[in-house]
């Protein structure tokens, strides 16, 4: 099961992929940014904001930051490090500057070609200043390798993710941090304390963010942080047991032993959790992956919540909150063509207060919008918001007049209230502060919300329960317990609710905000506590009629959905401001200097990221063929708006060099790229043709003696040259589909080259020696074309609609739908037209999967019968079309002429296919045997198949391709069964044995195996 844990991204290699696929999901770029560049002594920021101020402050923290990790690692940062800032979240997910795609709960990369830090602004200065520090440190583990002289950026990758962003962990967010306190406490109770070598070795089972920056504070008390770098560059040379050795004088065994008590003495009087009474859904966590953000609807009858395998495939579900049975699903495809994302990990959705219907942020066109579900008749609203691009946390108006949400806009998070009759949208704290969570009062006259408007300073923007009233816009900010963060906010009779990290757990507490906050009571005791893979994720809700509480606590490592009702909590009064947790080291004692900014404008430059051998081979595209090997250069901009890869082989001699050049601008929504190739192919290499020679001349030039004989050896060289331009541009209208379009021209022609030698053979001893040779001979193009090698050209333009949202599972995709709609026509030499239809389906039962493909295939159109299939011959055959029609199992039915192969033939054709897909290997829950380095499938499948050919064609005499036994088409099928092998992600391998059916009869049968083939 993977997680979606609130992560950032280190790049190390990102390969320059302009090459369309005929299938695969998209990157849309919806917007065009006018970047702007900003300078400070360490960095340098690419921008779009209008107000310069908030480059301006971004710049000043990160000098603070850079001196504070100056201090503390006795490095810094030798190079002006970039930093791409984006306005939020979705125009982060768009970015070009890296090239794979960005999920949800990915808040910042740092990538490895160009060391930049791209990031948006989040919803809280606290989070993104976060974000802004963990990255930094990154960069410097960068700049540190790349300095050194004994060290390379390739020994940053040979260091386990635990050491690298635990340690950006353990330097943005210092010692004392209750989310990763909560980690070490469940581990002591549940007696999962991993060990060095757990750390290493199970990444996916150990988190390496906490976990790592755990280690990291134990580290440092114990070693000192002056050891971090002599630490991490020791490992990454020499490994593991070196390091712990030489730098620790220790082992990993020693270290995890002394580490796992030095916790277990801190924590060991800790308890299990005492969980009150209440309905538990563990059993939906264990089933549907980790559960988010569940949210009672207001009289308690219905829980919603949002459930995430992984990522492609999170759905929101409906449950009865009594008895916790499902009552509806709803996954992202159902939502409409239009939603290219629910959002879901520090954002929830709101029900109406009417119990009837739930609106949902979903990322749609680049923007958030809400997606408003009737959950009685399913039918589906999207909302647009004007006012931000981005939006989170919305709560329905008691009145169910109105929407209030918190908006992210240059920089700066507000609350907005919209208003469903009027269909306007109002700012209503307009200020610097961040305010987020926001929630209706039981009397709907104020609205209660979260911001750091209580803390003075900017070293820790605490977060704070705050009440907004609504007739005098007059706000109340409630301390209460400090030191610690206040957040999500629930109103339920005369109290606030809300969750407390206090004390290094999250718990549950209420105040009446007629009293100010005087008195604060403690609902729950948890040592772990209420939380989810964030600590912004919303994990607490409140029924306002009913006051039914839902929660989600970390325990026993899994996050689980409890409930029950406030009534049966126990309640605690505390004193307020009591002991806070230990103080931060003093780093507001480095006083950062006020750094001199400069700003400008941005300009496109073009820098190498990467040169290098490529693999070795040529590789064939929809644009013909291309070359794989040799030596690749990628170039690009700081952006990534414009790309430029090039690549140069030379195998033999001068005119066997090979080159090929690609562009690709991504600025605009619209894509495109040009490219340019030569591509030479040596073929009938050196063939050799040996004669006696008795032309007296020749023999007399050669003193042949009359005994011997003179022997001619001539061999041929023949080189075919492939030049070509390509044209190609993407158009996505969302994740999901687009519109493709594409030109390629390329001129086909040949050379070829005589070289003839002489020997002497002797009558005596029968030997032959060698002469001379003769100066290499240019074949004539007319000799040439008597062989056949005619020069021609091939122009081709084509236009396709794609979709795509299809879930690939262990070897094939497994959930979704696929089409494709293409017309292309060719001209020139082999003119004619085509026509692909393809659509498959997938309906996915748990474990099962049943898929469904229809094909359609046809060319028309040509001004001469001979031009079909001359190139590319079309065979319903090939084994990703049918099973058992290909290779050996063709070659033995057409051997007792069961088959005629013609049959197969055509210039149209058409295919049916149907699949029940079962998974055997694969990871842990995802199939029967836990088992990820080969994952496998078994297969049943029904295969039918028809290719014909019009009627002139069948009848005419030339056209050996087509049918010509009879004048009617001849339907295949085939069924059977077999394994997909997917080894280690790389090569997918499909035994099989299959019974081909045709002219009515079952035949004998067949086994084979189709490699290279992914499931369809
Ligand atoms: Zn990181």
New binding site residues.
Partial sequence: MKNIYL????LVYLPLNAQIQYFGQNKPRYKTFNFRVAQSPHFELYHYFENLKVATEVLQKAEKWHTKYEYLLRFSLKKTNPIILYNNVIDFQETRAVNSGIGEGTS?I?ESFKNRIIFPIQFTTKQTEHVLA??L??AFQYQLFEQSDSLHSENLQSLPLFL??GL??YLSLDKNYFHTEIWLKDAVLYNNFPTIDALVEQESKYFP?RWGHAFWIFFAEKYGNHQIIPFLAEYSQNGAKKAFAKILHTDTEKFSEEWQKRISLKYGSLNKNKIPEGINLTEHSNKLGILYSPTLSPNGQYLAYIAAHHQSEQALYVSDAITGKVLNKFTQASLGKKVDAINFVETSGCWSPDNRKFALIVQSNGKNKLCIIDIQDKSKHLLSIAASDVIANPSWSPDGNELVFSGLNNGESDLFCYNFREKTCKNITNDSFSDTQPVWSVDGKSIIFVSDRASKSSERQQLTICQLNLSNEQIDIFPLLKSADNTQPQAFGEYIYFLSDFGDSRNIYRFKPKNMATTIEKLTKFDTGIIGTSPYAPVFSVAQKSGKIAYILFQNHQYDIYLTAIEDLEKNIISKNIATTIPLPPTSDITPLAHIITHGYYKTKFKLDYLGNSGIGINASRWGTGLGGGLIGLFSDMLGNNQISAIATLNGELQDFGAQIQYLNQKKPLQWGLSLARIPYRFSDYSKIVSYQNNPSLRNQYNILSNDSLIQSTSYLHRLYINQVGLFGTYPLSKSRRLEFGASFNWYHYSGTKYVDYYKNTSNNNQNIFIASKKPEKISTAELEELGYTPFSLKQIYLAYVGDNSVFGNTAPIKGHRYRLEFSQYFGNFAQNSLTLDYRKYFHWQPFTLATRAYYFGRFGATNDNNYNKLYPMFVGYPWYMHGYWGNALRKQTSTLQLNENYLRGTKMALANIEIRLPITAEKHQGFINFPAIKSDFNIFVDFGVAWAKKQAINSESLSLYPTTSNSAHPLMSIGSGIRLNFFNYIIVEPFVAFPIYDNKIRQAIGGINFLVPGW
């Fill in positions: 992560i950032c991204f280190i910042g740092t963990h990255e440190v990154h690298v962003e950006a962990e963010y």
